[in-house]
């Protein structure tokens, strides 16, 4: 079952240990999670007000509405 989850967040979030630096994916998009890849440069086009779903290959369609069920339902959840 595919589930859709919002997420805010466009860049990474820096996590310091003994003075090492590593960062942590917060968009969702890494294909190395937990850790950042540099797939969220995918996510700078994105408008404030939109919702977008993401192909595997990190390409994005803007999505309309309803709850992702696969056909559309038409509820208007997570709107």
């Known amino acids: ?3 859709l989850i919002k997420i805010k967040e466009r860049h990474p979030v820096k996590i310091t240990e003994e003075d ?3 960062w ?3 968009c969702g998009l ?3 999670k937990p850790f950042c890849d540099g797939s969220h440069r995918a996510c700078a086009a994105e408008v404030e007000e939109k919702t977008y779903v993401y192909a595997e290959d990190n390409t994005a369609s803007e999505k ?3 709850c992702g069920r696969e ?3 038409g509820c208007r959840r997570n709107e």
Do not use: F, W
């Open 71 to 73: 056909g559309g339902c």
């Open 24 to 26: 942590i994916c917060a």
């Open 30 to 32: 890494s294909k190395a």
């Open 1 to 3: 079952m595919a589930r």
């Open 64 to 66: 309309k509405g309803g």
């Open 20 to 22: 090492v630096g590593k």
